[in-house]
Nanobody, 120 residues
Framework: QVQLVESGGGLVQDGGSLRLSCAVS????????MGWFRQAPGKEREFVAR????????YYADSVKGRFTISRDNAKNTVYLQMNSLRPEDTADHYC?????????????WGQGTQVTVCS
């Protein structure tokens, strides 16, 4: 059973930074792409960033490009989301997810989420 556990959320002021972590169980972590998503109150879940199995390829939503960085440490089975220059509109529950199949950006496994609140 694949389990994903996010951490690192919290309350931060406008312009501040946070680093989210997602620890993933299982011995084949380095075979799968990973993604970060978020859901603000009253809104649908939206894509934030994704990274391929090796970390050599990343992709970002326009709303976070240049401010957020996704990375991974395959030795630690962990994916990260460094969030800089945070804005109140970044306030949301943030979720990490793992691909269902290696090389295919379809997400089948999700964490429980970590809350990020940015105050002005």
């Amino acid at each position: 059973q694949v389990q994903l556990v996010e951490s690192g959320g919290g309350l931060v002021q406008d312009g501040g930074s946070l680093r989210l972590s997602c620890a993933v169980s299982g011995r084949t972590f380095d075979s799968y792409g990973m993604g970060w998503f978020r859901q603000a109150p009253g809104k649908e879940r939206e894509f934030v960033a994704r990274i391929n199995w090796s970390g050599g390829s990343t992709y970002y939503a326009d709303s976070v490009k240049g401010r957020f960085t996704i990375s991974r440490d395959n030795a630690k089975n962990t994916v990260y989301l460094q969030m800089n220059s945070l804005r109140p509109e970044d306030t949301a529950d943030h979720y990490c997810a793992r691909n269902r199949t290696p090389g295919v950006a379809e997400y089948a496994y999700w964490g429980q989420g970590t809350q990020v609140t940015v105050c002005s």
